[in-house]
């Protein structure tokens, strides 16, 4: 078979790869060009800098698998390989620590000027006043994700003496404290971070989650720093809080366009930057070269691919049954993550007796589904169980085979305060929500839905709609459930598009209103 070499990975890999097939390297090809050749090729390697675009997937008859070599799969549009039943592969852990040392590496940079200095003296300047640096001992480090690379940054710069703390609303308290870490909400570690790293994915949430508002909240002299992706923090707001001397500094390592020409950051003495190099050394690029090439020739002989992204390895005759209530699951777990941010249980439970079957593939959904709401696209159906596991999730799985009801699947978080339900089946062909907490609905999902729970009585849905409408938000769709022996409903809109914060908190602040969530699905 053909494989398709389109970014630069170690020799070790393509030796791998070479071992069973026809390689070809090919790198710096535009978009065209890549669509143009692609027919000819079963599989196809990256790293960042090729972007997979669905006019590229379409053009891909032969394709079985692309492999990126590395984590962030934001440069390949999955759901579009999903559909072309192409396989997504990456390499979660090679690149780990050299990511963590590259953090470190740009904090002490940028608390000692050294890009800034080593530019002068070679521009024959001996300025040692200019360049006062600060120590790092002692300060406080803010880390806004604390995942594989978030906690290798931590246990590094606590040996530096600093003090961690972190936002993670994903990470259970007990892990945090088994690490040394405090954990806090957002604003905490804003406030009092001396030094500010994110290493959170790249998703609908974390995209612009330092902005004007929080760089506001932010100490003055506060550094920061990312080397996870572009967009995470604001840029245009990052050069306004550097301007105004708020921000003392600032070390990127990534961009929302790569490369960053012309951009404002680059003109800025204090932001210090580097072409996403990351993951950028010797031992990184062996590690995922290796691990993706062996991922191809997985997935080229038919075997599974134990990083797949976006296919699970299900038998084809249990595949039938079961096919249509693994995107059901899915999004019945991203649902109730959206609705229960913090829980330390996952129960899965099956009604009907088409699920007198094997359903661990749709408890790997739904567990799938409930852990992307934290991070991102990298969980996969492999990867899903281990993950619950380090985070100490327990998983209950139940059966009522014997019942009068639709066939569904039930997905409840539960841990903290609160425990929040959501239930799904088929209804034809078509995807249902047949009941949120228990309260009966008839609901055809859609991209944006608002969730509220709120007294069952006059005077609150009006107001509510009458917020959207005067936001000019369209209503698609809507219905309120009965009230339970609380006499709590839940009512569901339909919506057309985003809803900020602020709108939600308008109609919170409706008199009756207990709450209220923008879903994503
Ligand atoms: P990970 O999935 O192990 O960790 C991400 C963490 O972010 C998780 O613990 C998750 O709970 C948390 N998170 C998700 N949404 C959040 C939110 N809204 N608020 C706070 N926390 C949230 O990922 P990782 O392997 O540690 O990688 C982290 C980032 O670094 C990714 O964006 C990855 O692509 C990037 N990365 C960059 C380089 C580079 O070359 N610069 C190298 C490796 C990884
Ligand atoms: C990653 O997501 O793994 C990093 O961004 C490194 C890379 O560019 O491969």
Not at 111 to 129: E, F, G, T, V, Y
Not at 274 to 300: N, R, Y
Request: net charge negative.
């Amino acid at each position: 078979m053909k494989v398709l070499v389109s970014d630069p990975i170690a020799e070790e890999g393509l030796e791998i790869l070479k071992s069973e097939h026809e390689v070809h390297v090919r790198t710096g090809l535009t978009e065209e060009e890549l669509a143009e050749i692609i027919p000819e090729y079963d599989a196809l390697v990256i790293r960042s800098g090729t972007k997979v675009t669905e006019p590229i997937i379409n053009a891909a008859d032969r394709l079985k698998i692309i492999g990126r070599a590395g984590v962030g799969v934001d440069n390949i549009d999955v759901p579009a390989a999903t559909r072309k039943g192409i396989i997504v592969a990456n390499t979660p852990e090679g690149n780990t620590i050299s990511a963590a040392e590259h953090t470190l590496a740009m904090m002490l940079a940028l608390s000692r000027n050294i890009p800034q200095a080593n530019a002068s003296l070679k521009a024959n300047r001996w300025d040692r006043k200019r360049f006062m640096g600060s120590e790092i001992r002692g300060k406080i480090l803010g880390i806004v994700g604390l995942g594989r690379v978030g906690i290798e940054v931590a246990k590094r710069a606590q040996s530096l003496e600093m003090d961690i703390i972190a936002y993670d609303p994903f990470i259970p308290a007990q892990r945090a404290k088994e690490l040394g870490i405090k954990l806090a909400d957002l604003e905490t570690v804003l406030k009092q971070a001396d030094y500010i790293t994110v290493h959170t994915p790249l998703t609908d949430e974390t995209r612009g989650m330092i902005s004007d508002p929080q760089f506001a909240i932010m100490k003055p002299g506060v550094r920061i720093i990312n080397c996870a992706r572009g967009g995470i923090i604001d840029e245009d707001a990052l050069a306004r809080a550097v301007n105004k001397n708020h921000v003392s500094g600032a070390a990127l390592d990534v961009f929302v366009n790569e490369p960053p020409t012309g951009s404002p950051l680059l003109e800025i003495e204090n932001v210090i930057v580097t072409p996403h190099l990351g993951a950028s050394t010797a031992e990184a690029q062996v590690a995922v070269a290796v691990d993706i090439a062996k991922q191809v020739l997985a997935a080229l002989r038919g075997d599974s691919v134990t990083s797949a992204i976006n296919l699970p390895p299900v038998r084809s005759d249990a595949m039938t049954v079961i096919a249509p209530y693994i995107d059901i699951a899915e999004m019945l777990g991203s649902m109730s993550a959206q609705l229960c941010r913090s829980f330390d249980e996952i129960e899965i439970e099956y009604t009907g007796s088409i699920f007198d079957t094997d359903v661990r593939m749709i408890t790997l959904a739904a567990l799938k589904g409930v852990l992307a709401q934290s991070m991102g696209p990298t969980v996969n159906y492999v990867n899903a169980p281990e993950i619950a596991k380090e985070r100490k999730i327990r998983i209950k799985e139940s059966k009522s085979l014997e019942t009068d009801e639709l066939q569904s699947v039930t997905i409840g978080l539960s841990g903290g305060i609160e425990s929040r339900s959501v239930t799904g089946g088929l209804v034809g062909d078509g995807m249902r929500i047949l009941k949120i907490d228990g309260h009966r609905v008839d609901i055809v999902p859609s991209r944006y839905m608002i969730i509220a729970r709120h007294e069952n009585r006059p005077n609150i849905i009006g107001p509510c709609c009458m917020i959207l409408g005067r936001e000019n938000i369209n209503i698609s769709g809507m219905q309120v459930s009965e009230a339970g022996i609380d006499n709590i409903s839940i009512m569901i809109l339909n919506v057309d598009s985003e809803v900020s914060d602020a709108v939600l908190d308008k109609i919170r602040g409706v008199d009756g209103v207990n709450d209220s969530e923008l879903i994503r699905v």
